[in-house]
């Protein structure tokens, strides 16, 4: 979700660096986390250091109410495109100790009922991406709909099977190849990379492109983080994967698992939407069954 969709309308002022600026303020809902969210925001500014792309900066944080720095957006652009691709490489490149890890500070339960979040501690962590997507990002979302009744058996049957031949490492691939350099498991994740959330920075010379905002960060396979953002369109696409891969070239056949990387945002969409997305979801499936 975007910044303008969460904020409360009270207009409210910082001063960094001796520049006043305008916040952006949210305020919790049923089930919203706003200290992880802000744990997960930290987490990847992090990488800001070694050239990661741009993260709204956390002001205060409780458990009602999030402030962040407004983020002034501006035009897409192909060159600032490639920025971002670089720069989220760079951010991936941070990595993370294993797959299903949150950001450090962040609090909670490390399994969620609802199978909404991707954590998981790190005693029932596996070093298998294909054992990890198969159970924490397919298998759980699958299991809640076939528990509501909106998959039955054939449905159930499809995603075993894809969910065994990612427990076999049919699909495992190389990480890019800067977070392999970096000799971290996996990748740092945003976690919800779907257009609405890296927003295309006002500044045409900023050397990242692009800010990251609403993150469910944690660690996982880079290429989830770019098959999201293809997921529903991007400006620009291309130009982004051309600068990510320029940056840190992604392992053979990447393209191929695209839609294996989206079945984990598409089920989550089943869960909270159903719908056109419980047929796109199967489709998806069928490809790697």
Request: aromatic residues 10%.
């Amino acid at each position: 979700m975007n910044q303008t969709a969460k904020m409360s309308h009270e207009r409210q002022f910082y001063a960094i660096g001796g520049i006043v600026a305008e916040t952006f303020v949210k305020t919790a809902g049923y089930g919203d986390n706003l200290p992880g969210e802000a744990a997960a925001l930290r987490w990847l500014a992090e990488a800001e250091s070694t050239g990661g792309i741009r993260v709204a900066r956390v002001l205060s944080v409780t458990t009602d109410e999030l402030v962040e720095e407004r983020v002034t957006t501006g035009a897409p652009s192909a060159a600032a495109a490639r920025r971002i691709g670089a720069a989220l490489a760079r951010t991936h490149a941070a990595g993370a100790p294993w797959y299903g890890c949150a950001p450090d500070g962040w609090s909670g339960e490390p399994w969620c009922s609802q199978a909404r979040t991707p954590y998981v501690a790190r005693e029932g962590a596996t070093e298998s991406w294909g054992s990890f997507f198969a159970e924490h990002r397919i298998m759980n979302y699958v299991r809640t709909l076939v528990d509501r009744g909106e998959f039955g058996t054939s449905e159930l049957n499809l995603f075993e099977r894809v969910a065994a031949r990612l427990e076999a490492g049919e699909f495992d691939a190389p990480q890019p190849r800067l977070v392999r350099d970096s000799a971290v498991l996996c990748a740092r994740l945003h976690g919800d990379l779907w257009a609405g959330n890296v927003l295309w920075d006002a500044d045409p010379a900023s050397p990242t492109g692009g800010v990251l905002i609403d993150p469910m960060a944690y660690g996982g396979h880079a290429e989830t983080d770019l098959a999201m953002l293809a997921l529903f369109g991007y400006p620009f696409l291309e130009e982004v994967l051309r600068g990510y891969d320029e940056a840190s070239p992604l392992a053979d056949g990447w393209r191929e698992r695209v839609a294996l990387h989206q079945l984990a945002p598409l089920l989550l969409h089943c869960v909270l939407f159903g719908g056109w997305y419980l047929a796109e979801a199967t489709a998806a499936a069928r490809r790697y069954a």
